[in-house]
């Protein structure tokens, strides 16, 4: 038995993997990964790995960055952690003074806590008991999009639905207003991404008339469902919404987890709309995919609703035992001065533009290709059995894991959400590896639908 087969058995015995089910390791086996170099990950036999998905979202500047190796190391030999109650440590400090230079303006202060879903918990807490301390108890719902993701706790799960994740558990859920989210690629109007008004949001401006005086906020993925398959909306939409939260005393809260640091082309995709969100969650990209952080952020505004004498009880009695860990926030510091002495977002940008060229040379043609659609060096590939109709594999078919699958084979981390493949790799990305992602994903593509 070779060491990876070894490591395989003895994971298999006690590993529970996540998002999996885990009968299909029978077929298709956990990839013991021995370490990381830049986009690429090898196996314990020293197969590599193109990993175009960053690692779940959350690789920003390649694997084993030498700079954010450094800073973790250096600060690993003068603290691993303090309570963040009472006590504070310089890189925190640091981090949200640079923080505040990148960020859409207004959110001033920064609450910690260690994975995304703990941030957007602590949103929507933040959320309901402002408007309870502002002078509306009546304000406790939250609105969110139909297929919506954020995050796997029990509210973040109440304001996400999409039924994979969150079905089973409905009784559980607290109960929420979901609005019809555009849907650009299947647009009831008939309109297109980059000439239409908004029209759909006709659905929030409905919603909002019926339910805004018991919501106390709405929460969005800003321009991109990534777990809803990657869809993008146009920025007027956000802008609207800014205009329609306001008007109604609603709390805009935008979880940029996913599309933070640069992943849409600007550093938040809030940022393409040129509004500000009230309160604000990050994490993934925010320690290059290094240690498990993640902040909520909100401003002068609601931080002040809480301040108050503490017999008052207006204290916001929330806390993580990891809360600004040092480590994470040395991982932090490490990426934002990556940021500031390389031109990381420019050069981003231009192999936006060379990816998207390729995959639609590549596969635009493609029988089965409904749709390439992209924001920053994010693309999704909308696979359909029938592209005039835009119909849907039935998901039985499984026909992105069995893309998956072949594209393992050949070396290319190409996780599908449902029919829809994607790519959203390191913004350090070259243009050869961007040209050798590209022919797999097109050979393992003809290989399972067939056609050229
Ligand atoms: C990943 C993600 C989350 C959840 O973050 P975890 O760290 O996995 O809990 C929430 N919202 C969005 C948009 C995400 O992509």
Known sequence: MNIQQDLVQRDLKYIWHPCSQMKDYEELQPIVIDRGEGVFLYDKNGKEYLDIVSSWWCNLLGHCNPKINEGIKNQLDKLEHVIFANFSHEPAITLCEQLMEIIPKGLTKFNFSDNGSASV?????????????????????????????????????????????AKIYQP??????????????????????????????????KAFEQYAEETCAMIVEPL????????????????????????????????????????????????HADVNPDIMCISKGLTGGYMPMAITITTDEIYNAFYADYNEGKAFMHSHTYSGNPLGCSAALAVQKIFRE???????????????????????????????????????????????????????????????????????????????????????????????????????VIEVLGGD
């Open 224 to 271: 991109l469902q990534g777990s809803a398959g990657m869809r993008i909306y146009p920025p007027i939409y956000l802008k609207k919404l800014r205009e329609l939260c306001d008007k109604y005393n609603v709390l805009l809260i935008a979880d940029e987890i996913a599309t933070g640091f640069g992943r849409t082309g600007k550093m938040f995709a809030f940022s």
């Open 172 to 205: 559980m859920l607290m109960s929420t207003i979901h609005i019809q989210a555009p849907d650009c690629y299947r647009c009831p109007y008939g309109k297109c991404r980059d000439c239409c008004n908004a029209e759909c949001f006709e659905y929030a401006e």
């Open 342 to 444: 390389e031109p990381i977002l420019e050069n981003a940008s231009k192999r936006a533009v060379y990816l998207n060229k390729k995959l639609n040379d590549a596969l635009v043609g493609h029988k089965n290709v409904g749709e390439i659609r992209h924001i920053g060096l994010i693309n999704a590939i909308e696979l359909t059995p029938d592209k005039k109709a835009k119909a849907e594999y039935p998901s039985e078919q499984r026909i992105g894991y069995q893309i998956y699958k072949k594209a393992l084979e050949k070396g290319l981390i190409l996780r599908p959400l449902g029919n829809v493949l994607y790519f959203n790799p390191p913004l350090i990305i070259n243009e050869q590896e961007i040209d050798k992602a590209v022919s797999v994903c097109r050979e393992c």
């Open 121 to 165: 918990e602590c949103a929507l807490k933040m959320a309901f008991q402002y408007q309870y301390q502002t002078g509306h108890p009546e304000k406790k719902k939250f609105m969110c999009f139909s297929d919506a993701y954020h995050g796997e706790t029990i509210g973040a799960l109440s304001v996400g639905c999409l039924d994979l994740y």
